[in-house]
């Protein structure tokens, strides 16, 4: 059975960085691309950052672009999301996901993911 679990979230302030991590059960075998995805209370989910299974290829959301960064050691069976300048609009519960069907692409749509995480709380705010 397929698990992922986050880490990482918490309250910052404006301008605050933290970083996301994504623990995939080690009973995983084979290779898959892992995105980070977000929903804000009262708005649907949405796509952050993706990354295919050597990391040779990143996604990522316009909103985001510069200020995040997207990462693994698949070695760990771990995925990080590097979150840098943050604002009050980047506060919502962070997923991570990962896509076996797909590995060599990191793909932006969250249906092509098929395992998710709890989720965590990231809140930026004064």
């Known amino acids: 059975q397929v698990q992922l679990v986050e880490s990482g979230g918490g309250l910052v302030q404006p301008g605050d960085s933290l970083r996301l991590s994504c623990l995939v059960s080690?009973?995983?075998?084979?290779?898959?691309?892992m995105g980070w995805f977000r929903q804000a209370p009262g708005k649907e989910r949405e796509f952050v950052a993706a990354?295919?299974?050597?990391?040779?290829?990143?996604s990522y959301a316009d909103s985001v672009k510069g200020r995040f960064t997207i990462s693994r050691d698949n070695a760990k069976n771990i995925g990080y999301l590097q979150m840098n300048s943050l604002k009050p609009e980047d506060t919502a519960v962070y997923y991570c996901?990962?896509?076996?069907?797909?590995?060599?692409?990191?793909?932006?749509?969250?249906?092509?993911?098929?395992?998710w995480g709890q989720g965590t709380q990231v809140t930026v705010s004064l």
């Open positions: 080690t009973h995983t075998y084979g290779v898959y691309a």
């Open positions: 990354i295919n299974w050597n990391g040779g290829s990143t």
């Open positions: 996901a990962i896509d076996r069907n797909r590995p060599a692409a990191a793909p932006t749509n969250h249906y092509e993911y098929h395992y």
